[in-house]
């Protein structure tokens, strides 16, 4: 398997400009989680999908901040309008099927976003 | 609210033994995890250990869980430069998201 595959890897961006991460989760896999990690506040839950389901998305920051599952392998984080406090590296993490146990979450290699 | 807490830096040196710890504030954790961040690459689940257990043992890997004091702590044995990463620590409850501390860097000097 492929792992977790998100895209783009770096994106530099004007403040202002709208901004879409990708996510394609590991196959099989029902949770998805978004992160964004920075050094000042570390790693920080933004949304989670169960089943293509939002379940919890109170770590989203604000409104700029979207999220979508249209299906069980592709999900999108959006920024609009993006600002240079947004910057950041995003990460996706998928989890397979454990009964509502969220252990075994398997990241991808994240999204470096930077807003000028 | 829940919250996880880890020491910033540790520093060891190649051959020794490295302590990890880590402490959380909710006492319905379920689960407590580690996972190590390489530069530039995702995190990796190294080891969990269920609420109910002390200490779970993986090759080089101790974890020991102090739930009354809610402390757990990861031992690599015989650390090598390629430990050097950071490491984080986390807890679930049995049906909530994971709570990730800010992780610990480890460095490993030869």
């Known amino acids: 398997d492929a792992g977790v595959i998100q895209s783009p890897r770096h994106e530099v961006t004007e403040m202002g400009q709208e901004v879409t991460l990708r996510c394609k989760p590991i196959?099989?896999?029902?949770?998805l989680f978004w992160y964004r990690q920075t050094m000042m506040r570390g790693l920080e839950l933004l949304i989670y999908?169960?089943?293509?389901?939002?379940?919890?998305d109170s770590g989203m920051p604000e409104d700029r901040f979207s999220a979508k599952m249209p299906n069980a392998s592709f999900s999108t984080l959006k920024i609009q309008p993006s600002e240079p406090r947004d910057s950041a590296v995003y990460f996706c993490?998928?989890?397979?099927?454990?009964?509502?146990?969220?252990?075994?979450?398997?990241f991808g290699p994240g999204t470096r976003l930077t807003v000028t | 609210g829940e919250d996880v807490e880890q020491s910033l830096f540790l520093s060891v040196r190649e051959g020794d033994s490295s302590v990890i710890n880590c402490t959380y504030t909710?006492?319905?954790?379920?689960?407590l995890y580690w996972y190590k961040q390489e530069p530039g690459a995702g995190l990796q689940l190294l080891t969990y250990?269920?609420?109910?257990?002390d200490m779970k043992q993986d090759q080089r890997l101790t974890v020991l869980l102090n739930k009354k004091d809610k402390h757990l702590s990861l031992r690599i044995a015989d650390t090598q430069t390629g430990d050097s990463a950071i490491y984080f620590c986390?807890?679930?409850?049995?049906?909530?998201?994971?709570?990730f501390g800010k992780g610990t860097t480890l460095s490993v000097s030869s």
């Open positions: 999908f169960n089943n293509n389901v939002p379940i919890d």
């Open positions: 986390a807890e679930s409850g049995y049906w909530t998201a994971l709570i």
């Open positions: 250990i269920f609420s109910n257990m």
């Open positions: 196959s099989g896999h029902n949770s």
């Open positions: 993490a998928s989890s397979p099927p454990r009964e509502g146990r969220t252990y075994e979450q398997y």
């Open positions: 909710d006492s319905s954790s379920t689960y």
